[in-house]
């Protein structure tokens, strides 16, 4: 594509919501979903936790944080797998680090708006920072997120200082700053995920009665952090994947060059990351003698997901980056997301409580998911918002000799 063809919002005005207000499907199925979430959250936070879930005492942790929190912090590890990529490993794919940091600062943010939602008082969040638990696995998780959203927004404050700088010249000067931190920030991000991706996983440690043992490790941590990696690789591709089919039209040349190199760049990363997570798995697994295990109804889910969903992407993604196969990395993208989704609702939710009768075992209410939904789509709203009017995709004009 031309770049003269590329649609360059900054260049016409400062707000272009014409495409958030055509009668399209998708802008109806958007508004719909917009319209229920809210009527929801209105519900939740007038009529209290209770009215839209069916959390109990055996089970406190519900979807909102199987898929909100757990999903949510290790699907947006795209961010700091990116960033280390490019800035500390020197993988000359620049184009990719924006994209990538964006969707990570919105996936931190909705993560925090998410579990506003759990919490028994939503203006409880900010209590830890006054009382602090020092020796709690939460305070760590919630310290680490909240400094590390902080980072990503000063990553990601760079593209919006280029949309508003012809507005306000005077962010072109806090832009330089926030060019020079870039490696400093790099190393402060990976270091603070390396801490909460990990202790996300250190959060069921203390329930080996309550998790199924091929699910439950002393090694937890490792490979929450682990299976993170894959997830920051996998939905860089993913991601990707959907911009090139919906805002094509605002990449330019050097991004729509770049992109299929990084699909396979971080498909090879992703299959080597995939395998060592398999092996780790299994090795823990015969380590800790749970093969009597794999006999069982959990034992084939078990195996399901470590066949379909950890060494199969693995090989797929070996194969499509040997062969140079976009589609197949694509495809395998999209399953090692699957599996990741389905490795945290089985740590989470369905082998959690596995010894309860089925009449006592938690499933989410339809409010639940609604609410989920919510999330994600508001998260998709946002983004198409960010990439409409901001330098995300492609290079700004006014700041391409300026890094």
Same mark, same amino acid.
């Given at each position: 594509?031309?770049?003269? $063809?590329?649609?360059?919002?900054?260049?016409?005005?400062?707000?272009?919501?014409?495409?958030?207000?055509?009668?399209?499907?998708?802008?109806?199925? =958007?508004?719909?979903? /917009?319209?229920?979430?809210?009527?929801?959250?209105?519900?939740?936070?007038?009529?209290?936790?209770? $009215?839209?879930?069916?959390?109990?005492d055996?089970?406190?942790?519900?979807?909102?944080?199987? &898929?909100?929190?757990?999903?949510?912090?290790?699907?947006?590890?795209?961010?700091?797998? =990116?960033?280390?990529?490019?800035?500390?490993?020197?993988?000359?794919?620049?184009?990719?680090?924006?994209?990538?940091?964006?969707?990570?600062?919105?996936?931190?943010?909705?993560?925090?708006? *998410?579990?506003?939602?759990?919490?028994? #008082?939503?203006?409880?969040?900010? &209590?830890?920072?006054? @009382?602090?638990?020092? =020796?709690?696995?939460?305070?760590?998780?919630g310290?680490?997120? *909240? =400094?590390?959203l902080?980072?990503?927004?000063?990553?990601? $404050?760079?593209?919006?200082?280029?949309?508003?700088?012809?507005?306000?010249?005077?962010?072109?000067?806090?832009?330089?700053?926030?060019?020079?931190?870039?490696?400093?920030?790099?190393?402060?991000?990976?270091?603070?995920?390396?801490?909460?991706?990990?202790?996300?996983?250190?959060l069921?440690?203390?329930?080996?009665?309550?998790l199924?043992? /091929?699910?439950?490790?002393? @090694?937890?941590?490792?490979?929450? @952090?682990?299976?993170?990696?894959?997830?920051?690789?996998?939905?860089?591709? &993913?991601?990707?994947?959907?911009?090139?089919?919906?805002?094509?039209?605002?990449?330019?040349?050097?991004?729509?060059?770049?992109?299929?190199?990084?699909?396979?760049?971080?498909?090879?990363?992703? $299959?080597?990351?995939?395998?060592?997570?398999?092996?780790?798995?299994?090795?823990?697994?015969?380590?800790?003698?749970n093969?009597?295990?794999?006999?069982?109804?959990?034992g084939?889910?078990?195996?399901?997901?470590?066949?379909?969903?950890?060494?199969?992407?693995?090989?797929?993604?070996?194969?499509? *980056?040997?062969?140079?196969?976009?589609?197949?990395?694509?495809?395998?993208?999209?399953?090692?997301?699957?599996?990741?989704?389905?490795?945290?609702?089985?740590?989470?939710?369905?082998?959690?409580?596995?010894?309860?009768?089925?009449?006592?075992?938690?499933?989410?209410?339809i409010?639940?998911?609604?609410?989920?939904?919510?999330?994600?789509?508001?998260?998709?709203?946002?983004?198409?918002?960010?990439?409409?009017?901001?330098?995300?995709?492609?290079?700004?004009?006014? &700041?391409?000799?300026? #890094?």
């Amino acid at each position: 594509m031309a770049e003269h $063809s590329i649609v360059i919002p900054t260049r016409d005005k400062l707000f272009n919501l014409g495409e958030f207000f055509r009668p399209t499907p998708g802008n109806i199925i =958007t508004a719909i979903i /917009l319209a229920v979430g809210l009527t929801i959250t209105i519900i939740r936070f007038t009529m209290g936790i209770g $009215s839209v879930t069916n959390l109990s005492d055996n089970q406190p942790w519900g979807m909102w944080i199987g &898929f909100d929190l757990l999903c949510g912090v290790c699907l947006a590890a795209g961010g700091y797998f =990116t960033t280390v990529a490019c800035y500390i490993m020197g993988v000359n794919y620049h184009s990719a680090i924006r994209p990538a940091v964006t969707t990570a600062f919105l996936g931190y943010a909705f993560v925090v708006i *998410a579990l506003l939602y759990d919490l028994g #008082h939503p203006l409880r969040l900010p &209590f830890m920072f006054f @009382f602090p638990g020092t =020796t709690s696995v939460l305070f760590e998780v919630g310290l680490c997120v *909240a =400094t590390y959203l902080t980072v990503l927004f000063v990553e990601f $404050s760079v593209a919006p200082m280029e949309w508003l700088a012809s507005r306000f010249p005077w962010l072109v000067k806090w832009r330089k700053v926030v060019i020079k931190m870039t490696i400093p920030l790099t190393i402060f991000g990976v270091t603070l995920s390396t801490l909460h991706q990990s202790s996300l996983g250190s959060l069921y440690l203390i329930a080996p009665g309550k998790l199924y043992p /091929l699910w439950y490790s002393p @090694f937890m941590p490792m490979f929450f @952090f682990v299976s993170s990696m894959a997830a920051g690789a996998s939905m860089v591709i &993913f991601e990707g994947m959907f911009a090139h089919k919906g805002v094509h039209q605002y990449m330019d040349k050097t991004h729509l060059r770049e992109a299929d190199q990084v699909v396979f760049s971080f498909a090879r990363a992703a $299959s080597f990351i995939l395998f060592a997570y398999f092996m780790l798995k299994l090795i823990d697994m015969l380590v800790q003698a749970n093969i009597p295990y794999l006999f069982t109804g959990y034992g084939a889910w078990w195996m399901v997901e470590m066949l379909g969903f950890v060494l199969l992407p693995a090989l797929l993604y070996a194969k499509g *980056a040997r062969e140079r196969r976009l589609g197949l990395c694509r495809f395998a993208a999209a399953n090692t997301v699957i599996g990741i989704v389905l490795n945290r609702f089985n740590v989470s939710m369905i082998a959690f409580n596995y010894a309860l009768p089925s009449s006592e075992r938690y499933f989410p209410s339809i409010w639940e998911i609604c609410i989920s939904i919510f999330v994600v789509t508001m998260i998709v709203t946002v983004y198409r918002f960010i990439v409409y009017h901001m330098p995300v995709l492609y290079e700004h004009p006014d &700041f391409r000799d300026a #890094h």
